[in-house]
């Protein structure tokens, strides 16, 4: 096995668990509402139903999906674009990007991505907003050219906190929010600092993974995935 399918498939797990976890959440918040709403109804057999999971009446079940269930997983891929990586590397890179959202538009309707790139310039390929339409952005993941030059790893990190998991930008305030940066490593010329950028506030309950685009795992690759 390949490394590129080994991480894929431990990137799969780690999302599908997360994911389940959130969705058994927010049914048992559903019908636990629900049951409220038909038991104030006066209908001890609805509310039953409700209590087992079986929330049958649509008014009372859209309205406690509005109100309870935040399934929204919002995922950011951050691409090393730098010089320091191989362009068959970076190939590869894009395949597994293009392969790990294929595999989430295919099974999972809340899913939403967005994909940064980084290098001498700091680039959004596709926003949150982009990223609802699975064909489009599979697309936009196949004609990325890499931009070369520096490796600004913090820099893009911060870019994601401020332009991709933005209101503004399409984000939600209540989905479950990830992060994962493909890179061979090493931060070179970033006028941030990597442990800054991840210990701050505004990655509290932010998921992170890191993949090391090359055989090198360098300590910042370590750091970021903790």
């Known amino acids: 096995m390949g490394p590129f399918i080994l991480a894929l498939s ?13 969705r058994k959440r927010s049914s048992t918040r559903i019908c636990s509402e629900g049951a409220k709403d038909f038991s104030s109804a006066g209908s001890s057999e609805a509310a039953t139903e409700a209590g087992n999971g079986t ?10 999906r509005g109100e309870c269930a935040d399934l929204r997983t919002e995922i950011a891929i ?51 907003r982009e990223g609802k339409v699975a064909n489009g952005a599979l697309e936009k993941v196949q004609a990325v050219k890499q931009v070369y030059n520096v490796t600004r790893t913090a820099s893009a990190i911060q870019h994601v906190l401020d332009s991709i ?6 984000s939600q305030k209540n989905a479950s929010k990830k992060i994962i940066v493909l890179t061979d490593g090493e931060t070179f010329l970033d006028t941030l600092d990597l ?32």
Not at 92 to 121: D, R
Request: hydrophobic share 40%; charged share 25%.
């Open 55 to 64: 929330c049958h009446d649509p008014e009372s079940a859209h309205r406690c």
């Open 78 to 128: 951050v691409l090393d674009g730098s010089g320091s990586i191989e362009a068959e590397d970076f190939i590869w890179a894009k395949e597994f990007i293009y392969n790990v959202m294929k595999a989430f538009y295919e099974k999972c309707f809340e899913c939403v991505f967005a994909l940064v790139q980084y290098g001498n310039i700091i680039w959004t390929e596709f926003d949150l």
């Open 195 to 226: 442990k800054t950028v991840i210990s701050s506030e505004r990655m509290a309950g932010i998921d992170r993974y890191a993949i090391g685009v090359s055989s090198r795992l360098h300590e910042d690759l370590v750091c970021f995935s903790i």
């Open 10 to 22: 431990v990137i799969e797990a780690k999302l599908n668990k997360g994911l389940q976890k959130r």
């Open 165 to 170: 998991f933005n209101e503004s930008c399409g």
